[in-house]
């Protein structure tokens, strides 16, 4: 089979790394090559364009600017990254991707959709997830998550409203693209989430979990 690229979507403390984690170990299991990633971030100039986008401060940030600097280190780690590894027939397994800009630039700073539907195609030409899993959670109860493990970042320091549109965003796209996303309840236990993820991995790429 191919390389596949599969990325993995939702709003923060919805459990991306423990689920990131589970779907690589599966590939791995069914002796495929699989690269793990992130957005933004990467590769070594990608991951220093991520502290500036994350990093607080007291500068207020241009929208424009933010939504520049995340496809600039996405062409970073398409051209360095991403694109090699699908080329000699790996796996690719992202942390957020594109759909992430849609979200939280379209979504949650209100950067029209069109200008990022341009930079997508400018930036990636034809290429996009064969697969997105969106991890799926009530905004307050991954927000509470995500703040009691670490300092807020420049992004969780925004209001619930903000990660409200994301999540709207986000399920819209999913219900646009069908067969790309599998929407995932991310609500249960973490046994019950990797169950859903299994199936989905048998129905959608044929894997066979034991
Ligand atoms: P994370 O690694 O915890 O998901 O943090 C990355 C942050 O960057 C998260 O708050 C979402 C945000 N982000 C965007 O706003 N746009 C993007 O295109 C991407 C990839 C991430």
Redesign the pocket.
Known sequence: MKGQFITLEGV?GVG?SSNLAHIKARLEASGLRVIET????GTEMAEEI?AL??RPRSESVSEMA?LLL?FA??AQHLYALIQPALDAGHWVLC????D??F???GG?RGVPMEWIATLESMVQQTLRPDLTFLLDLPVEIGLDR?RKRSDF????AEKVQFFEAVRKVYLQRAAAEPSRFAIIDASPSLEKVQQQIDIMLQQRLGLVVT
């Not at 992130?38 to 971030?41: D, K, L, T």
């Not at 942390?95 to 594109?98: A, Q, V, W």
Request: glycine share 8%; net charge neutral; aromatic share 10%.
């Open positions: 923060e991306k992130r957005e933004p971030g991520r986008l994350l933010e995340m280190a996405r942390d957020r991707f594109t992430a800009t979200a939280y630039q949650g995500a970042d420049r992004f969780e």
